[in-house]
């Protein structure tokens, strides 16, 4: 069965930093590209970045581009998400997802992982 | 504003057949696969479509979908009180070089 376990959620202060751990199982965590996708709770989905099976290529939605780092550790079946100079506008719902069907099709999502900015 | 855009809401009686679209361009619908998500309330999203038309293992025929240009849309037919959630539509954009959700549609099972 396959298994993502987000980790790392909490609250911080505005210009903190924060890394989100997504724990993978069931499935050749390798040979898939891994994404994170967040939501303001209430509201729609954001597409946040995304990286390839070997961790070599990465894509960033503009508005983390440079606060935000996605890594992933196949050894251990980990993708990671290192955000830096928080703002409000970061507090969600933070989802790990895999891509699994036809193309950039999320067919398995983590529980989501809260992280909440605020002084 | 997202560039995908979706309506709010729609809604239907049980049995009823409801549909609801997701417009784009030509760098996004145009030219990638739209996929369609379902988030039941107080749950993650669920893959619901895939490549403009295709349901996952597990995903009742009573939902369906098309491409046309740069429009989407995803209907339900024989509208179930399971079926009271909200729907994402999602493409790649060849532009921006990002994925994009739509603003998500909220069906209400009257």
């Known amino acids: 069965e396959v298994q993502l376990v987000e980790s790392g959620g909490g609250v911080v202060q505005p210009g903190g930093s924060l890394r989100l751990s997504c724990a993978a199982s069931?499935?050749?965590?390798?040979?898939?590209?891994m994404h994170w996708v967040r939501q303001v709770p209430g509201r729609g989905l954001a597409w946040v970045a995304r990286?390839?099976?070997?961790?070599?290529?990465?894509n960033y939605a503009d508005s983390v581009k440079g606060r935000v780092t996605i890594s992933r550790d196949n050894a251990k079946g980990t993708v990671s998400l290192q955000m830096y100079s928080l703002s409000v506008d970061d507090s969600a719902i933070y989802y790990c997802?895999?891509?699994?069907?036809?193309?950039?099709?999320?067919?398995?999502w983590g529980q989501g992982t809260l992280v909440t900015v605020s002084s | 504003q997202s560039l995908l855009t979706q309506p709010p809401s729609t809604s239907g009686t049980p049995g009823q057949r409801v549909s609801m679209s997701c417009t784009g361009g030509?760098?996004?619908?145009?030219?990638?696969?739209v996929n369609w998500y379902q988030q039941l309330p107080g749950a993650a999203p669920k893959l619901l479509i895939f490549?403009?038309?295709q349901r996952p293992s597990g995903v009742s025929d009573r939902f369906s979908a098309s491409k046309s240009d740069t429009s989407a849309s995803l209907a339900i037919s024989g509208l179930q009180s399971e079926d009271e959630a909200d729907y994402y539509c999602?493409?790649?954009?060849?532009?921006?070089?990002?994925?994009?959700f739509g603003g998500g549609t909220k069906v209400t099972v009257l």
């Open positions: 997802v895999r891509v699994g069907l036809g193309w950039l099709a999320f067919d398995s």
């Open positions: 990286i390839d099976g070997d961790g070599r290529k990465t």
């Open positions: 030509s760098s996004n619908i145009g030219r990638n696969v």
């Open positions: 999602a493409a790649w954009d060849d532009s921006l070089n990002v994925l994009l």
């Open positions: 069931g499935f050749p965590f390798r040979s898939y590209w």
């Open positions: 490549s403009d038309r």
